[in-house]
């Protein structure tokens, strides 16, 4: 079982959340006028094989969360079902007094965005990174986030993106341990994707966080 994340408990397991809402896509006129309901699904953003290989990253599952959520559009109320895709990796480290610990975390989260009648519809499209990491921690505490300590670009799924770095710390095993966060968000091939990594500070993981983020696979990439 993992023992850092920022998420909820399903199944057993320790979930990262990063608080959705609804989103919607292009909808035909049956949804518009309440002849029919909308479903939308985003594609999974994953690390490649070798990069998973290459960090000693494992990867624990690749799951849809569907949420269902009511959309006023053209004045008329809808019912939309949303499903987002999650993908979670762990790295097990040694902590030494506190032993051997699944301390690293990657997690990657998707999620659509279209148009309906000219409004875009997306919770995570006007979050920065800070906020995003903010929403999470109101939900659940297992990471308290503290200041922006830096940032970088990295290249991924053909774009740049900026990849923000803050200082915090999580509980592990019972103690307090410091660890550095990371995160970044950006659009591909019409989803927003979201991407964290945490891991103890004193284990210096950045590199890894990197080569995973720069071997995401995405839709058609």
Known sequence: MPVLCVGCHVNGRHTTLLAVAC?????GCGFITGEESLSVTASP??????????????ELNVTAQTVTRNVTVAGQTREVAVTNQ???YERETDLGA????????FVTYTSPEVEVANESFNPIADLSEREVLTRANQEYAAVSVGER???????????????EKFDGTATLAGS?????VHATK?????????????YPRENGDAERIVTLLESLEHGGE
């Open 23 to 27: 989103v919607v896509t292009l909808a």
């Open 45 to 58: 953003a994953t690390a490649g094989d070798g990069a998973v290989s290459e960090t000693g990253y494992e």
């Open 86 to 88: 999650l993908a979670r």
């Open 98 to 105: 506190l032993g051997s610990r699944p301390a690293g975390v």
């Open 149 to 163: 300590v830096g940032s970088r670009t990295v290249s991924t799924l053909g774009q740049s993106t900026a990849v």
């Open 176 to 180: 307090e341990v410091d660890v550095s």
């Open 186 to 198: 950006f659009r591909h091939e019409g989803d927003f994707v979201v991407a964290i990594g945490v």
